[in-house]
């Protein structure tokens, strides 16, 4: 044993700066980090919790023992004197979509810039589930991200009454909402495939709880009238593969020579389902798929779609989130939000 200068007994490999000792299977606490710093309690809660409020000298030092002694912020302890946890929550419908991966990518981008950290949980597509985690997580959270939600708008608005909130892909009155437009991707496929010769026009939708998918056969109904394209509105169908195998047999019915899906993954489902029924893409139908996913270029053909900002839609919803949060002044959103088409195999001359 070695003595410490003060008189204590200190095992080897146990000692300190200034005599802090930490035994094994004990937590490091604040007041740790306050005697190896030499300062109050509430000096370290405040350097910690909210930089700023102490002189860059005695942050500095709080930060170095902190360190030293391995000291881990507990945010459920940070959030009964400040109200703040730090942590932001994530609900999206459906993990192995991967349409929310670069919408989480951008949340988590933004999240991670202003210090907060993001916690996800998924919906599987259930209007009832959905409500059920989003509520279970209001507790724990400074703020709620919700990416295509399916609940009501009575639902969004009451999780909105007890913490900030912001929805993705939907338009929900007195809730902070991001959607990127999508009426200038829709119009370049009407342009493109009016000017491939075709005249009747399908559109797959998503599931009948979607927001997104109904504003997007209303933008294509409207952008279609005014090209005199003759669209047929077909029943919807799941946003999965699956879904798209599913609407095959009514888009062959339809005497649609293109089709418009919802998503990319109701794209390839039809498109595998009508290559294996010896329908030639693009010869016989083609097709356009919406979000342009990772992916979407691995088809043969390679899929036409219009390509969505999700990753730039979760940076923008989160950091106008985080502006609530804070109560600063939300920034303007939309900004670079706009669709494009990509065109590339599955559209072709509409059939003699």
């Not at 002189?55 to 945010?75: D, F, G, H, M």
């Not at 999508?182 to 009407?190: D, F, H, N, R, Y």
């Not at 495939?193 to 109904?214: E, F, K, Q």
């Not at 992916?295 to 219009?306: E, N, R």
Request: charged share 25%; aromatic share 4%.
């Amino acid at each position: 044993m070695a003595e410490d200068g003060t008189g204590d007994a200190v095992m080897p490999g146990d000692e300190t700066d200034q005599g802090t000792q930490v035994r094994p299977g004990e937590s490091v606490t604040i007041y740790d980090v306050a005697k190896l710093a030499g300062v109050n309690p509430s000096t370290v809660s405040r350097a910690l919790n909210r930089p700023g409020r102490v002189s860059a000298a005695t942050e500095k030092r709080i930060r170095a023992a902190a360190e030293t002694l391995n000291y881990q912020v507990n945010p459920m302890a940070r959030a009964l004197p400040t109200g703040r946890t730090s942590i932001i929550g994530l609900v999206v419908s459906d993990i192995t979509n991967p349409v929310f991966f670069d919408i989480v990518r951008g949340a988590e981008t933004a999240a991670t810039r202003s210090g907060y950290t993001l916690v996800l949980t998924e919906s599987e597509e259930s209007e009832e589930r959905e409500y059920e985690r989003a509520e279970r997580m209001m507790r724990m959270l400074d703020g709620l991200l919700l990416a295509t939600p399916r609940m009501s708008d009575e639902h969004i608005r009451a999780l909105a009454g007890q913490k900030h909130v912001a929805v993705v892909n939907r338009e929900v009155s007195d809730v902070l909402s991001v959607v990127p437009d999508a009426s200038e991707g829709i119009a370049e496929a009407v342009r493109h495939l009016r000017g491939l010769g075709h005249s009747r026009l399908a559109y797959v939708p998503g599931p009948a709880l979607s927001w997104m998918a109904r504003r997007r056969g209303e933008l294509l109904a409207r952008r279609c009238e005014w090209a005199h394209i003759e669209l047929v509105q077909l029943d919807p169908v799941a946003p999965t593969v699956a879904g798209g195998r599913t609407a095959a047999r009514a888009v062959r019915d339809s005497g649609a020579t293109a089709v418009v899906a919802y998503n990319d993954l109701i794209a390839i489902g039809l498109m595998q389902e009508l290559v294996e029924a010896g329908v030639r893409i693009p010869t016989d139908l083609s097709v356009i798929g919406f979000d342009d996913i990772f992916g979407a270029d691995f088809t043969s053909p390679s899929l036409t779609t219009i390509k969505s900002p999700l990753r730039e839609t979760g940076d923008h919803a989160m950091t106008a989130l985080l502006a609530l949060v804070a109560g600063d002044r939300v920034p303007r959103l939309g900004i670079d939000l706009d669709t494009t088409l990509v065109v590339r195999g599955s559209t072709g001359a509409a059939p003699a």
